[in-house]
């Protein structure tokens, strides 16, 4: 089994060719094993050079409520009255530890795209 590390573009579009080969390769077999190795450097390659970012938490809260069919007046329950759900819809007020936890609760929404700060999304780079 010749298998070496990713290093370029081209290396991990060969193993992804190659891996689309072998998707049907038993367990416990050669080709299966191979497969495996293959995923396995696939999947550290793309944490490397293509990282998921998390959603900005109203984004997050946007994204569930369209998914979900909700109205504003559905997160009440979760956020407070209605100018408050407005607020939190229009960056005007920051989400509380209480919000982001009836919204985890009740959306499922995970914890950790609730939480990240407007300090911590990206910023749109200058043209």
Known sequence: MDIRPLKTEADYQAAL????????????TPEGDRLDVLATL???YESRHYP???PDPVEAIKFAMEQKGLSVKD????IGRTNRVYEILNHKRPLT??????LHKGLGIP????????????TPQAA
């Not at 997160?75 to 979760?78: A, D, G, Q, S």
């Not at 914890?111 to 990206?122: F, G, M, N, T, V």
């Open 17 to 28: 060719r190659e891996i689309e080969t072998l998707m049907h390769a038993a367990a416990d």
């Open 42 to 44: 696939v999947e550290a």
């Open 52 to 54: 998921l970012d998390l």
């Open 75 to 78: 997160l009440e329950p979760m």
């Open 97 to 102: 530890l209480k919000m982001i936890w009836r």
């Open 111 to 122: 914890a950790e795209s609730l939480i990240r700060q407007e300090e911590d999304r990206p």
